[in-house]
């Protein structure tokens, strides 16, 4: 654990030396607010309903955008196997890592929080379903990072790292809107595998056991996934 303290650290920190927190974080403001108080006022109801119905299509593009560096990077210039051959294993790197994009993930969400508290200025919010949207984002961008983390690992190219894991975190995210198409027998089971299915749950402020499940699984799939991909490249 100490020497995934070690890489955490270190990986936390490369995000805010280079342009890549500040740029991200921008980006994920400017579409999430614009988007927010355009239907806010629109509608006229003290709720953030329309930001966590954005949230999950916003993740499933910035999300690999922030770890799709994390392990091709490595592999791209070689240091990964310094890396190996150092005291730490690949369970080590990979949590470093992960936990790195997930505290990334917790300082982007932290300024819009800003957005409850302009809503409760303007008109009677009820707090439940916002804690509950915001442990639902967290553990939704806890499953993204890991399947971002699992694409990073698969390739040496970060392009085709973002690519990979953009397409899984959008599939996750639209397979509970493509129902209609799918025989009677079958919905139960796609509409489980849907990521905005269950953040949606949680945002109502329901806290139920199988969505946590859903997240958990995961994330244990993705970084199970990453590590063997990085064994298999030692």
Not at 102 to 129: C, N
Request: one cysteine or more; a neutral charge.
């Amino acid at each position: 654990m100490r020497q995934a303290a070690h890489i955490f650290r270190k990986e936390f920190s490369a995000y805010f030396i280079s342009p890549i927190a500040y740029i991200v974080i921008s980006i994920f403001l400017l579409v999430t607010g614009w988007f927010f108080f355009a239907t806010f006022f629109l509608f006229n109801q003290a709720s953030l309903r329309t930001f966590y119905a954005l949230l999950p299509v916003v993740f499933a593009f910035v999300i690999p955008a922030i770890t799709m560096r994390l392990i091709s990077e490595e592999l791209n210039v070689g240091s990964d196997e310094i890396l190996l051959t150092m005291p730490v294993t690949a369970r080590d790197v990979i949590l470093g890592k992960f936990c790195a994009s997930l505290a990334m993930i917790v300082a982007m969400l932290i300024p819009t929080f800003a957005y409850p508290l302009t809503v409760s200025v303007m008109g009677q919010l009820d707090w439940g379903p916002v804690i509950g949207g915001y442990i639902g984002a967290i553990l939704l961008g806890a499953a993204f990072s890991a399947v971002g983390l699992f694409s990073s690992a698969l390739t040496r190219n970060q392009i085709i790292a973002f690519i990979i894991g953009l397409s899984i975190c959008f599939a996750l995210t639209l397979i509970d809107k493509l129902l209609y198409f799918l025989p009677q027998s079958l919905l139960g089971v796609f509409a489980y595998l849907g990521a905005d299915f269950h953040f949606q749950n949680i945002a109502k402020g329901i806290i139920d056991s199988r969505d946590i499940l859903y997240f958990v699984s995961v994330c244990f799939i993705g970084l199970y996934g990453a590590y063997l991909a990085l064994r298999l490249k030692q």
